[in-house]
T-cell receptor, first 114, second 112 residues
Framework: ETGVTQSPTHLIKTRGQQVTLRCSSQ?????VSWYQQALGQGPQFIFQ???????GRGNFPPRFSGLQFPNYSSELNVNALELDDSALYLC?????????????FGPGTRLTVL | GENVGLHLPTLSVQEGDNSIINCAYS??????FIWYKQESGKGPQFIID?????DKRQGQRVTVLLNKTVKHLSLQIAATQPGDSAVYFC???????????FGKGTKLSVKP
């Protein structure tokens, strides 16, 4: 196991609702990245947080937002849910920005939007 | 667990054989590449990386080859084991920017 935990494991929402996903980073890691993985696809980068500041964002609309807390845990918020938001949401923590070889992924949260 | 292998290209090998998984990356300016393994119900797991100033790198039972001319990356797994069964993704990065770009993935099935 990587030491990165995510909650909840699964959840079901309906279109238009809002959702908050949570990630606890590995001890000592100050950087958290979020990815969306549709079924049968590779993960797509949503954004990265470094020491509580956003440090890069992928091609996702503003209704995808995030936070990183002083303990470096993180939240992903998605407003006005759409059917296409159904996916596995992965967070990954790393020792520092660009420490890809020390980036560890959590098991993901499976979001289903009906 | 999560069926991350749905609709992915599949490579089926016999236990003990060598496996070669290929990846075409998208950005000629990318300078860092990673191979990940993703088992059902888990997040991707780092296997091996390579920088663009190298064309080959070896790890334990794995070798990554990089051909920048044709933007091609391969992962070779020696003496493939049932525990190697998973979906394998390549990922690329440019200039230590905040994002990794993942490829589509290949599902490896190892027959005992």
């Amino acid at each position: 196991e990587t030491g990165v935990t995510q909650s909840p494991t699964h959840l079901i929402k309906t279109r238009g609702q809002q959702v908050t996903l949570r990630c606890s980073s590995q001890s000592g890691h100050n950087t958290v990245s979020w990815y969306q993985q549709a079924l049968g696809q590779g993960p797509q980068f949503i954004f990265q947080y470094y020491r509580e500041e956003e440090n890069g964002r992928g091609n996702f609309p503003p209704r995808f937002s995030g936070l990183q807390f002083p303990n470096y845990s993180s939240e992903l918020n998605v407003n006005a849910l759409e059917l296409d938001d159904s996916a596995l949401y992965l967070c990954a923590s790393s020792l520092d920005r660009g420490s890809w070889d020390e980036q560890f992924f959590g098991p993901g949260t499976r979001l289903t939007v009906l | 667990g999560e069926n991350v292998g749905l609709h992915l290209p599949t490579l089926s090998v016999q236990e003990g054989d060598n496996s070669i998984i290929n990846c075409a990356y998208s950005n000629s300016a990318s300078d860092y590449f990673i191979w990940y393994k993703q088992e059902s119900g888990k997040g991707p797991q780092f296997i091996i990386d390579i920088r663009s100033n190298m064309d080959k790198r070896q790890g334990q039972r794995v070798t990554v080859l990089l051909n920048k001319t044709v933007k091609h990356l391969s992962l070779q797994i020696a003496a493939t084991q049932p525990g190697d069964s998973a979906v394998y993704f390549c990922a690329e990065n440019k200039g230590s920017q905040g994002n990794l770009i993942f490829g589509k993935g290949t599902k490896l099935s190892v027959k005992p």
